[in-house]
């Protein structure tokens, strides 16, 4: 049978990858903080006997667009956005520290701080925990501050800090929870160490970094390239079929 047959099957199995990609980038087009795939093809060359024209199809995520989104006003005291480049670093269910830019955060009944996810978020000491207060604020360097329950409304108690890190943007990856970690040949003995010199915004998030429009063009185009491989595999087996029947009439 002629390799062909595999170089479009292969093709169009790519196309569908990077089609994944490309979608899960729209679908997150509204995610706060979220931040969107790359996503490319390349070349490989066919091992074996084969026609020296022939090459297999790959597509690979080379990375993730790291720039920041814009930010919306919320009002809400909860809310945070980190400024310029770092990340808030963040406890996973796996007890797993990990970092992301989405500052929707929130206090669960036990006084603990949660981001969206229902992630612990992290201060100097380890997740941040609340006692009973009136009300809190967040100061530009992540500094928590509350009146506590019953106090008077002048009476501010720092409590915690946001951990906000800044490791080098060649370090880390994105996880398939949409987590930003180091990866594994540039990971530290330890936590990562807060960098202080990082600000919020509070009564802000910051959107995606998705550009709709671009990324429905993406998969327009990938479209088409899928009908183009299909079309690959269907004219590869009618020249088969059509070489069978020389073959029989010989």
């Known amino acids: 049978m002629d390799k062909s047959l595999y170089i479009g099957m292969s093709g169009a199995k790519q196309n569908m990858l990077a089609q994944r990609a490309h979608a899960n980038n729209l679908a997150n087009a509204n ?34 667009d790291l720039s920041a989104g814009a930010l919306m006003d919320t009002g809400r005291k909860l809310d945070v956005a980190v400024e310029g480049d770092g990340w808030l670093a ?14 929707s955060l929130q206090v669960d009944v036990n006084g603990l701080l949660r981001n969206r996810n229902g992630d612990l978020v992290m201060g100097n000491g380890g997740p941040v925990a609340l006692p009973p207060f009136d009300s809190l604020e967040i100061g530009a360097d992540g500094t928590i501050s509350i009146v506590p329950a019953g106090g008077p409304p002048d009476q501010l108690v720092d409590i915690d800090r946001l951990k906000l890190v800044n490791p080098p943007a060649d370090a880390l990856e994105k996880g398939e929870d949409g987590y930003l970690r180091r990866k594994p040949d540039q990971a530290l003995d330890g936590p990562e160490p807060p960098d202080g010199n990082l600000r919020v915004a509070t009564g802000f998030l910051e959107a995606s970094n998705v550009n709709a429009v671009s990324e429905m063009i993406s998969n327009l185009q990938l479209s088409r390239q899928y009908e183009m491989q299909v079309k690959v595999m269907s004219t590869s087996q009618s020249n088969s079929e059509a070489a069978a029947r020389l073959l029989q009439n010989l």
């Open 31 to 64: 995610t706060t903080g979220f931040k969107r795939d790359f996503a490319q093809a390349r070349s490989m060359p066919v091992f074996g006997e084969h026609h020296p024209t022939r090459a297999y199809a790959m597509t690979e995520r080379p990375g993730t």
């Open 90 to 103: 963040v406890q996973n269910g796996q007890g797993e520290e990990v970092f992301g830019r989405s500052g």
